[in-house]
């Protein structure tokens, strides 16, 4: 495929994953990228920095399926975790969408943020970076990880995707313009130059569209168009959205609201990090070949400032633009469906007769890690009707963006 291919094509962001390059060549004096954000899209796609070829950053987060990574498993379900580029190996964690990721802060591991329609207090800890669990301070550090993950991409070091993208004329035309001449003399600075350009591709309006039913109806409120206004609000999304947004019956908004309500660029998520007592998903252990022992303790493995015991378990609040068309779901993928999530979340709750999960038929497993849940936060909060739970399925299933929708369930469960 060449870059005016790649160009048209479709891209996108963080972990690992597929399209590819062509290492055809291009006039210096005019370069096929006219910006940074272009040459990024093009390394995102670009299969040819992985290993074997068969890998690119799209691949684990695909553009048409909202930049994650929808490749089923034998058993006919999306894959709780990805496939490597050896078409063998497997990771413990759910690749996260990377739609909305440039909104997550800077990593900080003592920071405070207001929690809006909430009864608990604000929320003072560790906040924001990439990855589950933060590790990753910024985009760009970010999308330096996965060409080396040797279960991802599986690049042997930085010095072979730098041979690769120098044999890339194209890239080398590019890389020189926009980061000097000499940029391929010095292989840290090219491989930094490479996340920089990936990172202003994820920064751009094509992985943050806000252009979903919500947003409409934000807009519809905004220009005074009584009639769509009207429209979301007397529909089951628009029921699930007060439950949402309410402080006397959910919980919701507490860690998933990270602007005064009607914002016009809500992400749905304040990116503080808390455990919610998510079980081990022991098929994926299973897969993977695990040590039987072995414990993700999330947070506390990040860095230092966060290496208390308090922090163990812990994994960022996700961005729930786009959680309808992203399953599976939790940091682990263990759940499939956005009703076991709720019921999940609702069998905290005192009085909650939901104390099975409806995917195994049995009682809820143990978390992962007892000892650091949330539970302040988990326990406020009133039990939901079934009704209360179809209404927030369809208020998240209106977080989709437009040219996603179409990916949503046709159920009837929201007409």
């Known amino acids: 495929m060449n870059k005016t291919a790649l160009l048209t094509a479709a891209a996108l962001l963080l972990t ?3 399209g590819g390059s062509s290492g055809g060549s291009a006039s210096s004096a005019e370069p096929v990228f006219s910006t940074q954000a272009e040459l990024g899209k093009a390394l995102f796609n670009d299969a040819n920095l992985s290993a074997n070829r068969t890998q690119s950053c799209a691949t684990c987060h695909d553009p048409e399926h909202a930049f994650s990574d929808a ?14 580029d050896d078409g063998v190996s497997l990771g413990d964690r759910n690749a996260p969408t990377a739609t909305y990721a440039m909104f997550s802060p800077q990593f900080n591991a003592d920071a405070t943020r207001q929690r809006f329609n909430s009864e608990q207090p604000d929320y003072s800890g560790p906040v924001g970076g990439q990855f589950h669990d933060g590790r990753a301070a910024t985009l760009a550090e970010q999308a330096g990880g996965p060409p080396l993950n040797p279960v991802e991409m599986g690049m042997a070091d930085k010095a072979a995707v730098v041979d690769r993208l120098r ?22 600075a090219t491989y930094t130059a490479m996340t920089r350009a990936i990172a202003a591709f994820e920064r751009t309006d094509e992985l943050a569209t806000f252009d979903s039913a919500y947003d409409r109806f934000l807009q519809a409120q905004d220009s005074g168009d009584s ?6 609000l007397f529909s089951r999304a628009g029921a699930g959205r007060v439950l949402f947004f309410s402080v006397q019956f959910t919980n919701c908004a507490t860690c998933h609201q990270l602007n005064a309500q009607g914002s016009s660029t809500e992400t749905f998520s304040g990116y503080e990090y808390h455990n919610i007592g998510v079980p081990v998903n022991s098929a994926v252990r299973a897969a993977n070949g695990s040590d039987a022992e072995f414990i993700d303790t999330g947070l506390q493995n990040n860095n230092e400032a966060v290496s208390a015991d308090i922090h163990k378990g812990k994994f960022k609040v996700p961005t729930l633009r786009n959680v309808a068309v992203t ?3 939790m940091h682990n993928g263990v759940f499939r469906d956005l009703e076991t999530v ?10 909650s007769e939901r104390q ?11 978390p992962e890690v007892a000892t650091t849940v949330s539970l302040t936060e988990l326990q406020d909060g009133s039990t939901l009707s079934d009704d209360d739970v179809g209404d927030l399925i369809c208020f998240l299933r209106s977080l989709t963006d437009a ?13």
């Not at 709720?342 to 009085?351: M, V």
């Not at 099975?356 to 143990?366: H, I, K, S, V």
Request: proline fraction near 4%.
């Open 227 to 232: 009639v769509a206004s009207a429209e979301y």
């Open 342 to 351: 709720i019921h999940f979340y609702d069998h905290y709750l005192t009085g």
């Open 356 to 366: 099975t999960n409806p995917e195994t038929g049995l009682a809820w497993a143990d």
């Open 16 to 18: 690992a994953c597929g």
């Open 403 to 415: 040219r996603y929708e179409s990916l949503l369930p046709d159920d009837g469960l929201c007409d």
């Open 71 to 84: 490749r089923t498993g034998a058993d006919g379900h999306v894959r709780a975790v990805s496939l490597g």
């Open 327 to 329: 399953a599976p779901y």
């Open 167 to 188: 044999a890339d004329a194209d890239y080398s035309t590019a890389f020189e313009s926009f980061y000097g001449a000499d940029i391929f003399a010095d292989t840290d």
